[in-house]
């Protein structure tokens, strides 16, 4: 069973909105959540992070949410670039497991 | 800027062959990983090392086989090539056990098997 989802595998976003990823996570102990990014025919790339113990954490134009009552979190790139078009993944750790459990994707596609 | 260099980048193997794809780091990092990716889903954990010396299995670890004889590098091998291991293949490298510090990528390495 998919402990870490996102249920969207595609978005289209118009340059300079909002984009709004979205992830789920059904393992209780999962206390650590990142994101990557990945361009065609290269590795996934770090892009932001997120501890349980804080709600929100912020670099730049991405933005990363947790709620952990709803096992839920999103990233927010806002304004939206053509070159943050790729494929985004969630991925969560807990301190009693080794490696990342990672969503299936979610591609963005930002539109001119 | 290696990072993470994953040899070879594409492969192509007919069923039943065996070969070794291999991960060296320049970071001097302790953990190191190998995770598949099969179309339309996440990367998945094969097997990863805590430091020189030592394996684990992770999620999906039948039909593959890995060492860590120096710290710099991790290889991954297949005894018996099956198409069902047809994937890309990636290998990571981290300071940490956990997901706290972030996982380094390489460019992974795409194989078929036929």
């Known amino acids: 069973d998919q402990q870490v989802k996102q249920n969207s595998p595609s978005l289209s976003v118009q340059e300079g909105r909002i984009s709004i990823l979205n992830c789920d996570y059904t393992n209780s102990m999962f206390d650590y959540f990142l994101w990557y990014k990945k361009y065609p025919a290269e590795g996934p790339t770090f892009l932001i992070s997120i501890s349980s113990i804080k709600d929100k954490n912020e670099d730049g134009r991405f933005t990363v949410f947790l709620n952990k009552s709803a096992k839920h979190l999103s990233l927010h790139i806002v304004p939206s670039q053509p070159g943050d078009s790729a494929v985004y993944f969630c991925a969560a750790s807990g301190t009693l497991a080794d490696g990342l459990t990672f969503g299936k994707g979610t591609h963005l596609i930002i539109q001119p | 800027n290696a990072g993470v260099t994953q040899t070879p980048k594409f492969r192509v193997l007919k069923t039943g062959q065996s070969m070794t794809l291999l991960c060296a780091q320049d970071?001097?990092?302790?953990?190191m990983y190998w995770y598949r990716q099969d179309p339309g889903m996440g990367l998945r954990l094969i097997h990863y090392?805590?430091?020189?010396?030592?394996?684990a299995k992770g999620e999906v670890p039948d039909g593959y086989n890995v060492s860590r004889l120096k710290k710099q590098n991790f290889l991954l091998g297949l005894e018996s090539a099956a198409p069902s291991q047809t994937s890309v293949y990636f290998c990571?490298?981290?300071?940490?056990?956990?997901?706290?510090?972030?996982?380094?990528f390489g460019d992974g390495t795409r194989l078929s098997i036929l």
């Open positions: 990571a490298s981290s300071t940490t056990r956990t997901g706290h510090q972030p996982q380094h």
């Open positions: 970071m001097n990092h302790e953990y």
């Open positions: 090392s805590v430091g020189e010396g030592t394996t």
